[in-house]
């Protein structure tokens, strides 16, 4: 089947404004007529059901969670980036669209990231209208701060709990359509297949989590906002919980998966400390808007720091390789994630690494605790030459602007990051790949749409930082629910679903023989096993940077354990009851099927761009020398897979990607 991403004609900057006036629209009496199912509840799948409900239609939301509020999006810390240019410091719709598109290394669509930097504005507009507590400076307006790989301001927050206070507030706005009856809200119940009849989504299969019971859901059409895929490592900054399933069953039922092994890996995270880790924990990128990275110069400072011996506060300021700042002085410290991640991981694969793993570099807030606190001492009218009182007054400005991260990291790690630099090293975080959709947001399944992080389409190889919450609020209020409508007038008469048909059956029956299989393998080993080892491939020989060999061993590696986790995996307990391990069962054997397909992807694109490094492809000489090489002539398209009943079956489409108005060039950042 040939893509077609329906992206309108005419000039970038009228795209969506003509499509919006072009598109079939479903009067208001009439949406009333008409059911659809969400799947998922974070700040993509909140804000849709609720925008949906208040439009009219009969809204089924559906979340694995106990509550919609215990959604991934809750994790998110730092911001959300809008071009509203209240710094004055010339952002603009265009600089916003043009940081995104070069972010993701001119890999993803014009059309769709000028979309997403024009609405960004009235994503703030609306949650302040919701009583989102953003940060506001001294006059009362909203304060913005920094993120990677810009150079301007755009970066909304509340404090470092931005994601909770964005998901409350479309949380209120669901329970709001909770109460009038146009949402069906189901807890607790999870999704395991997508039900397909006259070649259109028309429903759902889910698994009631509490009982186990099997049900049956029918709408017009089901909308994935189900999050990303981090956890195909095992160890991520993801909930625990979160998965592919969702998405892999759309995939197995006709959805192509697009781009999969564009996966980002986040330079600020707290570093493994051992076997017996389930997760990663993030810091917020917002950190490095004053923290400053860096490692020892001399190896013997590391190994004096790791046996004990030497505190790095010891270490004189010219025994310190700043080494970001030394190697992008444009932009210092807020280099976009791909580039900090890589250069933290050159430091320490080099042997200066300054945990006892040798995988871990610092994050030091002296510099800006002494700067702020000259300031406060300076308007106060106070002695700014008194050390100890500047210290007191800075460590304050920063305990205002991050205190509940600097809480979280000594909470964790038994340390007072105050005192003491952080210590932080990159970890699997966010998937810019996923299924693909045209402008509309709908996948190559009619009727079938996937939003936020589930779907490929506005972040290319690499998402900046404070992108992640833009595009969720973006997809549920702004967009989805204006290109929904088109696909959905031709309904108006349809009436209702039933799901008393053969399609419903064979999906109902599809699902319970997995179940069956699964409880009833008296394997040796639980699921875990198979999880952490299907991990440890991942992150070694698919994860930070890659190479021809390793994804051919990591492939074949993969298709030996999935044989080996359907024939060994052990599940205890039953299926008609409370069964976590059958529910993480489910989920892994989705990982297995979609590690590979990663590999598969990772291999056929043989050049480096954003968050895919493969060790071939490298700038060897030249200001650039050491970063990743992209090809342009060969590899300027979205790689969209079409299953065939195995993951090395998959057969590649390619949506060649059009830049008209913006130019590929270097993506420098020094």
Request: hydrophobic share 35%; proline share 3%.
């Amino acid at each position: 089947m040939a893509l077609d991403s329906k992206i309108p004609q005419g000039p970038l900057a009228d795209k969506w404004t003509k499509h919006k006036n072009d598109i079939n629209l479903v009067n208001p009496a009439n949406k009333r007529l008409i059911d659809v199912i969400v799947v998922g509840t974070g700040l993509a799948g909140g804000s849709a059901a609720a925008t949906l409900a208040e439009l009219g239609y009969n809204v089924k939301a559906f979340c694995f969670q106990d509550s919609p509020r215990r959604a991934h999006s809750i994790a998110a810390q730092g911001g959300i980036n809008a071009a509203k240019n209240y710094q004055g410091d010339g952002d603009s719709t265009y600089r916003l669209f043009y940081d995104t598109v070069k972010g993701g290394d001119y890999r993803s669509r014009e059309a769709n990231v000028y979309r997403l930097a024009e609405v960004s504005a009235n994503i703030i507009d609306q949650c302040v209208a919701q009583g989102v507590p953003f940060a506001r400076d001294y006059g009362g307006l909203l304060d913005n701060r920094s993120f990677g790989g810009v150079l301007v301001s755009r970066t909304f927050y509340a404090k470092g709990q931005t994601g909770q206070q964005l998901l409350l507030g479309a949380y209120s706005a669901m329970n709001r359509q909770i109460g009038r009856g146009k949402i069906k809200m189901y807890n607790r119940h999870e999704m395991l297949d997508v039900v397909i009849v006259d070649g259109k989504a028309r429903g759902i299969i889910t698994r009631n989590l509490v009982t186990g019971e099997i049900e049956r859901h029918s709408a017009h059409a089901v909308v994935l906002g189900t999050g990303g895929y981090g956890n195909v490592f095992f160890l991520s900054t993801n909930a625990m919980g979160s998965n592919v399933t969702a998405a892999w069953k759309a995939h197995k039922r006709g959805a192509y998966f697009a781009n999969p092994c564009y996966t980002q890996i986040h330079p600020t995270c707290i570093p493994v400390s051992g076997d017996h880790q389930s997760k990663l924990t993030l810091m917020s990128e917002s950190l490095r808007n004053d923290g400053r990275i860096w490692v020892p110069k001399h190896m013997k400072d590391v190994e004096a720091i790791r046996a004990g011996k030497l505190k790095p506060t010891q270490i004189a300021e010219e025994d310190r390789d700043y080494y970001l700042e030394r190697r992008y002085p444009a932009f210092g410290n807020l280099v976009p994630r791909d580039v900090a991640s890589r250069a933290a991981k050159e430091r320490c694969d080099a042997g200066y690494g300054v945990n006892a793993t040798g995988e871990a570099v610092y994050l030091d807030f002296a510099s800006a605790i002494m700067r702020y606190g000259k300031e406060q001492a300076h308007i106060k009218g106070l002695n700014e030459d008194d050390a100890a009182l500047v210290k007191k007054l800075g460590q304050e400005v920063v305990k205002t602007k991050y205190g509940n991260l600097f809480q979280m990291y000594e909470k964790i790690v038994d340390e007072n990051p105050y005192e003491t630099p952080m210590m932080i090293y990159p970890a699997v975080h966010y998937t810019m790949g996923g299924i693909w959709v045209d402008y509309n947001l709908q996948t190559t399944v009619p009727g079938l749409y996937a939003i936020g992080e589930a779907n490929f389409s506005d972040h290319g190889a690499n998402r900046l930082g404070a992108s992640a919450l833009m595009q969720g609020l973006a997809d549920g209020y702004f967009v989805l629910p204006y290109t929904i409508g088109d696909y959905l007038a031709d309904d108006i008469r349809t009436g209702p679903i039933s799901t008393n048909s053969p399609e419903f059956d064979e999906a109902e029956k599809n699902v319970r023989e997995i179940i069956d299989k699964l409880v009833n393998n008296n394997g040796k080993h639980p699921v875990d096993y198979f999880h952490k080892r299907l991990g440890k491939i991942m992150w070694n020989k698919v994860g930070m940077s890659r190479n021809e060999k390793g994804l051919k061993e990591a492939i074949d590696e993969i298709a030996a354990l999935r044989k080996e986790f359907w024939e060994d995996v052990r599940v205890p307990g039953g299926a008609n009851e409370f069964n976590e391990e059958l529910a993480k069962a489910a989920r892994v054997a989705d990982f297995l099927e979609l590690g590979e397909l990663f590999a598969k992807d990772a291999l056929h694109r043989s050049e480096s761009c954003g968050g895919h490094f493969r060790e071939e492809s490298v700038e060897e000489d030249g200001p650039q020398k050491g970063e990743a090489k992209r090809d342009d002539n060969n590899f300027t398209y979205v790689a969209a897979w079409e299953y065939k009943g195995e993951p090395k079956d998959a057969v590649l489409h390619k949506e060649d990607l059009e830049f008209n108005d913006i130019e590929l060039k270097q993506r420098s950042y020094k």
